[in-house]
């Protein structure tokens, strides 16, 4: 008889707990937010591989790695991170993502920053030819908001404001998030640069410049590890 199907929470289980292989012993790394990154804090709190210590994209992660006993550390006390491990919302054959569906873009994209590698980690179902089928991201200035849905129109997005129990949620450094449907990105680079020019936007939630070097994606067969 045939093994059943992982499920997609088994798939995210199956990369958090691959992502082990990259973290180095007494490293700092970076870690990012979301479901599958859920899973990979806990792996790591499990594990006992010896950390000098995390920085941490979003309140919600550090409150996770704290509870575990992880060292959690501010940016500006550290230097570099050897390694930075965060979900997509979507990723492209080049190493592009989108990211922000758990509203943490722009501190993930600090912290990517500061890394030497990105290591993304994702089921299958975030594998995408071209970037765009999920609604792009953009942590914006609120009274900017207006202006920027009428920006991504003349782009062909329609972009709505995110609500949280019907008022617009507000991320960890107190902005809105537009989520933008119907564009196809299909040069990365070049629309992160133009969208993160337009005034009033804080973060764009396409990782072009921030790709991943390394995807650790689950599949049916097993985890998949792709480099760019
Ligand atoms: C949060 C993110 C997440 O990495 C992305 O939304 C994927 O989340 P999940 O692992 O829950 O599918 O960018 O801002």
């Not at 973290?23 to 792996?43: E, K, Q, Y």
């Not at 409150?63 to 997509?88: C, K, N, W």
């Not at 450094?173 to 990365?188: A, C, E, F, S």
Request: glycine share 10%; hydrophobic share 45%.
């Amino acid at each position: 008889m045939n093994a059943p199907t992982p499920t997609q929470d088994e798939l995210k289980a199956m990369v958090a707990q691959a992502a082990l292989a990259h973290v180095p012993p007494h490293a700092w790394i970076g870690v990012g937010t979301g479901s599958t990154v859920n899973l990979f804090i806990d792996a790591l709190g499990q594990s006992g591989i010896p950390i000098r210590g995390a920085v941490s994209s979003s309140v919600a992660s550090t409150e996770r790695m704290r509870a575990l006993g992880i060292p959690v550390f501010e940016t500006q006390e550290v230097e570099s991170l050897a390694v930075y491990i965060d979900g997509a919302d979507e990723i492209d054959p080049m190493g592009h993502m989108i990211k922000g569906g758990g509203a943490a873009l722009t501190r993930e994209k600090i912290v990517a920053a500061m890394a030497r590698e990105f290591v993304c980690i994702v089921d299958a179902s975030k594998r995408v030819e071209v970037l765009g089928q999920f609604p792009l991201p953009v942590e914006v200035i609120p009274m900017a908001a207006p202006m920027l849905i009428r920006r991504f129109a003349q782009l062909g997005g329609e972009a709505a404001l995110r609500l949280k129990d019907a008022q617009p949620l507000k991320t960890d450094n107190g902005q809105h998030i537009l989520d933008v449907k119907g564009l196809r990105i299909t040069h990365p680079l070049e629309f992160e640069d133009q969208v993160s020019q337009w005034p009033g936007v804080v973060t764009v939630g396409v990782f072009a410049h921030q790709k991943a070097q390394v995807c650790l994606m689950g599949t049916p067969t097993g985890v998949q590890t792709l480099r760019y």
